[in-house]
């Protein structure tokens, strides 16, 4: 499989658009572990902005990783008081798992979560979920790191975050600047697809997402923030680095295997609608050319390399033939991963014999290269005899490029498997069309028809008066726009139990989830409007 000619694994971005139902558009996660302390003047103030400031339905979710004090009971609390808040309790800790539970679950177009200790100002907020919101980018990461931030901390934690991003980019290739920032936000359609390659349950879950999509060619939005340190983080610095340290480890190998199918994040061909009527259109071809170049020129490295060795006990024929073999299995290999981007073992026989076609028809252009040296010359100089390679090795390259891309690996979207994603609908914890990905994390089990009737998490939801019931969200109608304050809505709440926690995978989430839809209410002190 390959990444960039598999067009529609992902639909293409849209905007948007905006209208009048009460479906939350935005639903921002607290993940908190023993934080009773700090959890409600965080909740209130995040959502006395989020009321005052962002212009449409929101809810923020308080998932509790197995807190031991009272932080269950201040959430619920929290909840109970405001319609914007709820819950979600889970039995086991980590912050990947409870960010992947609840954005699973959630029926929100755009996620987010922030850290408990709001260290992020969050005047950010709103830039950070814009782009996802228009249909620009794919995910948002708030970065400490950018020229325009401004940050407040102590030099051992600026050092530790600066290395850390520092091995990403040695290690990894990663090109954003801060994966530690517990600021970010994603599409919804994304995260259905995206989650369930993320392995990782506990710190190292946003960085591993983040390194995916990039991989996978996904459009990531950088947004400078303010930051100041909380002294009182309870973070365990040096466990967590080396947990990241072994996911680095773990996402590296398996990236370089070629395990991942990121081929199921691909966009189409452009953005823009007037992209999507041009046809034919070559994908990734310059891309393709400077990943040939760098390997055509290793290769003649290697090349020029066994061609001496072997030259030192045979002749230059025998010497040519040998070292050709041994560079052109070891091209083919570097093509079909690093420039055409296939991955996977399916094809990689065939792609090796008709790379050894490749190699006979340039053998025989650097061997009737030497014939024509030695039929002309007697007994050329070794350095002649390299010159005369090196000419041919270059006609033989631009004619291996284009039988290379034509023939061998050429752009065949049918070839493998169709993916279909389901777009934003409330109904989105039903499975998707496509299967589990093998790179699942082995913590997921399917579930059967009996234990999704028997213990499937539940949603607790209230319903308003029958006239006053938003209209859901769907992904060619309006945007939900927060609703504004009428005196007609009473507070009477009927409640109904519905399946939850099935994500797009097929698989089942971790903990129970009572959810509560933001409904209107009759006052709103923090919304001058």
């Known amino acids: 499989m390959r990444t960039d000619p598999s067009p529609g694994a992902l639909p293409a971005r849209e905007h948007l658009p905006a209208g009048n139902a009460g479906t939350p558009v935005l639903d921002v996660v607290v993940p908190v572990y023993n934080e009773e302390k700090d959890l409600e003047p965080c909740v209130r103030r995040l959502r006395e902005h989020l009321a005052r400031t962002f212009p449409y339905a929101f809810r923020i979710t308080v998932a509790d990783n197995a807190s031991t004090d009272g932080t269950s009971q201040v959430a619920a609390r929290l909840a109970a008081q405001l319609p914007e808040v709820t819950t979600c309790r889970l039995e086991q800790k980590g912050r990947g798992r409870a960010l992947r539970t609840v954005w699973s679950a959630s029926e929100a177009p755009v996620l987010a979560y922030m850290d408990v200790d709001l260290s992020t100002d969050l005047n950010a907020l709103l830039p950070l979920v814009a782009p996802l919101i228009s249909g620009h980018s794919d995910l948002a990461i708030g970065s400490r790191l950018a020229r325009a931030s401004r940050v407040v901390r102590g030099p051992k934690r600026e050092f530790i975050s600066r290395a850390y991003n520092l091995i990403l980019r040695g290690s990894l290739q990663a090109r954003f600047s801060d994966a530690q920032c517990g600021f970010k936000a994603i599409r919804r359609d994304v995260a259905q697809v995206l989650l369930p390659l993320v392995e990782d349950t506990g710190w190292f879950f946003d960085t591993e997402m983040l390194v995916l999509a990039e991989r996978a060619g996904l459009r990531i939005h950088e947004v400078p923030v303010d930051w100041v340190d909380d002294p009182d983080s309870t973070v365990h610095i040096v466990r967590t680095a080396t947990d990241d340290l072994k996911g680095v480890w773990r996402v590296g190998r398996a990236l370089a295997t070629g395990s991942l199918p990121l081929d199921r994040l691909a966009r189409p061909f452009g953005d823009d609608p007037r992209d999507r009527e041009i046809q034919d259109v070559p994908r990734g071809l310059a891309r393709q050319l400077v990943g040939f170049c760098v390997v055509g020129g290793l290769s003649t490295l290697f090349y020029l390399l066994l061609y001496s060795t072997f030259r030192q006990f045979s002749g230059s024929q025998v010497a040519n033939a040998l070292a050709l073999l041994v560079s052109a299995v070891a091209n083919t290999a570097a093509n079909r991963r690093l420039t055409f981007g296939v991955r996977g073992r399916g094809g990689a026989v065939r792609h090796q014999a008709q790379g050894l076609v490749v190699f006979a028809i340039g053998l025989a252009l650097t061997s009737g290269s030497l014939a024509a040296l030695n039929a002309a010359g007697g007994s050329p100089a070794h350095s002649t005899e390299l010159a005369v390679l090196i000419a041919a090795n270059l006609a033989a390259t631009v ?131």
């Open 399 to 529: 004619l291996r490029f284009l039988l290379f891309r034509a023939w061998v690996f050429p752009d065949r979207p049918e070839d493998g498997p169709h993916f279909t994603v389901a777009a934003h609908s409330p109904s989105a914890h039903a499975p998707s069309a496509y299967s589990p990905p093998p790179y699942a994390p082995s913590a997921y089990t399917p579930s059967t028809p009996a234990r999704a009737s028997a213990s499937s998490p539940t949603y607790a939801t209230a319903s308003a008066p029958a006239h006053a019931t938003p209209a859901a969200y769907r992904p060619d109608g309006p945007l939900p726009r927060r609703p504004l304050p009428h005196p007609a809505y009473g507070h009477h709440e009927t409640t109904a139990q519905v399946r939850a926690g099935e994500a797009a995978d097929g698989t089942w989430r971790d903990g129970t989830l009572p959810l509560q839809p933001v409904r209107p209410h009759d006052t709103d002190p923090g919304d001058p409007r």
